[in-house]
Nanobody, 123 residues
Framework: QVQLVESGGGLVQAGGSLRLSCAASGRTFSSYAMGWFRQAPGKEREFVAAISWSGGSTYYADSVKGRFTISRHNAKNTVYLQMNSLKPEDTAVYYC????????????????WGQGTQVTVSS
């Protein structure tokens, strides 16, 4: 069982940066692949980024590639999403997800979700 709590969201101007954090409970955090997803008003939830349990593999949506970086610190039970060069279209609620493998996470089949953190990018 894993519980996830996101933080770090807020209001930022276009071109700015934010760093999201997702803190996980449980001693088995390091065995899970982790991912970030987002959902904008009136839209379906979409994949943003994922990272393997070791941090050795990462995947990104084309829309954020080169601007966002996912990382993890297993000793701190935390996964991060560094977001640079933010655009108004990045505005959404961002969710953290945990799953058994990176393939499971990217397919939105990871079994654990956080409550989300709001990111708003003004133009």
């Amino acid at each position: 069982q894993v519980q996830l709590v996101e933080s770090g969201g807020g209001l930022v101007q276009a071109g700015g940066s934010l760093r999201l954090s997702c803190a996980a409970s449980g001693r088995t955090f390091s065995s899970y692949a982790m991912g970030w997803f987002r959902q904008a008003p009136g839209k379906e939830r979409e994949f943003v980024a994922a990272i393997s349990w070791s941090g050795g593999s990462t995947y990104y949506a084309d829309s954020v590639k080169g601007r966002f970086t996912i990382s993890r610190h297993n000793a701190k039970n935390t996964v991060y999403l560094q977001m640079n060069s933010l655009k108004p279209e990045d505005t959404a609620v961002y969710y953290c997800n945990a799953g058994s493998t990176i393939v499971v996470v990217t397919a939105q089949r990871g079994g654990y979700w956080g409550q989300g953190t709001q990111v708003t990018v003004s133009s």
